[in-house]
């Protein structure tokens, strides 16, 4: 046994002693027919609110108002009838969202906060472990175990104290990561990527050193067999590059904190829904999450904030899995473009540059930006031809008509060291 394995598999035991059993099951039922996945949804599902009645006070509260009992939730369409969990809701009710019932083991949680307000929760070992079980499953599908060399895109901190704490957690779990894009730090990376199995974390971080790595003709890695893309969008730009220079598809793994892991890539293309793990509705296309497996601190029916798009049920994967194709994560909901007579979902930026991919086959890493009423800068990374220039100015005429003004700088604002959006509204 290799140190790197022993080493994952002594943490594993210490810190997470029922995900080899949850790993078991997910590799199982991953072979199952839709009606198998359903029903053990609705198992898991009346387990949960059964749990939510008798020890949770929040949903309490919100079944006697809605008139739920045990007996309200027969098929998992009944789901709907509890009523939507808002971001705001969950910030301002942490405490009374807890469940009463104590577990042997618990982990605290908590979200980054880069898109509101920081979350922290209590959640137990088993709902933990089976979040690393659906990662670990996903892995498989591509041969990758997790204990492989990786290396790492990530936030990290500059001050020496948890830089170094960094580089001793990553030694302990076989990773590398990148600190800076200096000359002399990305060609030392670059190096390590040659021993690596698989890449993984912010797609903007994977993109930038896959265009460095070439730019500066440093020597690409040869045996990766998965780069993974998580936390924030995988524009079209990204993924030939990142195929040219890393060997293989940029991949994605859609989740959150508080939800867990909601959706992960296949090798055939499609993202399936990690359904004994989640149930995941489209409402005015919007997403709203029920984890089936968190009962420290039980989320149903909670809006995350991204609009998505679902496949229908008949749509099939030929890679053989029956569970629920996720066929866009299609952007953040909540800031709103103001034109100078009518305001706009930022999701129009999605369709505009959707449009010229899909299209003109024009793909483009953008960043938007508004700082007056009427007005929106747009930074485009790639050079663009005047043809080019043309057709993007078309698309956004066509969803803003004559009420934005607009620029189209070259050039895309970006963080380096953390999650990036698409669009910033200063007003």
């Not at 969008?233 to 040219?244: C, M, T």
């Amino acid at each position: 046994m290799g140190i790197a394995k022993f080493i994952y598999e002594l943490g594993e035991r210490l810190r997470n002693p029922s995900l080899r059993s949850h790993y078991a099951f997910l590799k199982k039922s991953e072979h199952w027919s839709v009606s198998d996945l359903e029903a053990y949804q609705l198992s898991k599902l009346k387990e949960l609110i059964s749990h939510c009645i008798d020890t949770v006070p929040y949903y309490q509260n919100i079944f006697i108002q809605s008139g739920i009992s045990e007996s309200s939730i027969e098929t998992l369409d009944d789901l709907k009838k509890i009523p939507v969990l808002s971001k705001n809701q969950l910030l301002e009710n942490v405490s009374q969202i807890h469940s009463t019932k104590s577990y042997p083991k618990e982990f605290l949680a908590s979200t980054s906060g880069t898109t509101g307000d920081s979350l922290k929760f209590q959640r137990e070992e088993s709902a933990d472990s089976f979040n690393r079980a659906s990662i670990m499953r996903g892995y498989s599908w591509y041969g990758v175990k997790p204990w492989d060399r990786n290396g790492y895109f990530w936030g990290f901190n500059f001050d020496w104290k948890a830089r170094l704490k960094t580089k001793l957690l990553d030694a302990l779990q076989n990773r590398f990561r990148l600190f800076s894009y200096s000359p002399e730090n990305l060609k030392d990376f670059s190096k390590k990527l040659r021993s690596a199995t698989y890449v993984h974390g912010y797609s903007s971080m994977i993109y930038q050193t896959a265009k460095l790595i070439e730019e500066r003709s440093l020597e690409p890695p040869k045996n990766l067999k998965m780069v993974k893309g998580t936390s924030e969008k995988i524009y079209d730009s990204y993924r030939d590059v990142v195929k040219r220079v890393f060997g293989v598809p940029i991949i994605s793994e859609y989740g959150a904190t508080e939800s867990g892991i909601i959706a992960f890539e296949c090798p055939h293309g499609n993202m399936h829904v990690n359904m004994e793990g989640v149930i995941v509705e489209c409402v005015d296309h919007r997403i709203l999450v029920t984890n089936l497996q968190l009962f420290k601190f039980p989320i149903i029916r909670y809006e995350l904030g991204d609009y998505i798009e679902l496949a229908t049920k008949n749509e099939t994967c030929s890679c053989g899995m029956k569970h629920q194709i996720l066929k866009e994560v299609t952007g953040r909901i909540g800031e709103t473009i103001r034109g100078f007579k009518s305001e706009y979902p930022s999701l129009y930026f999605y369709y505009i540059f959707k449009n010229l991919a899909s299209k003109h086959d024009v793909k483009l890493t953008y960043y938007v930006e508004q700082r007056e009423v009427g007005k929106l800068d747009f930074f485009i990374e790639e050079k663009l031809a005047s043809s080019h220039q043309n057709l993007l100015k078309k698309e956004i005429s066509k969803y803003f008509l004559k009420d934005i003004d607009y620029t189209i700088n070259r050039g895309k604002k970006s963080s380096k060291n953390g999650k990036s959006k698409s669009f910033k509204s200063y007003l």
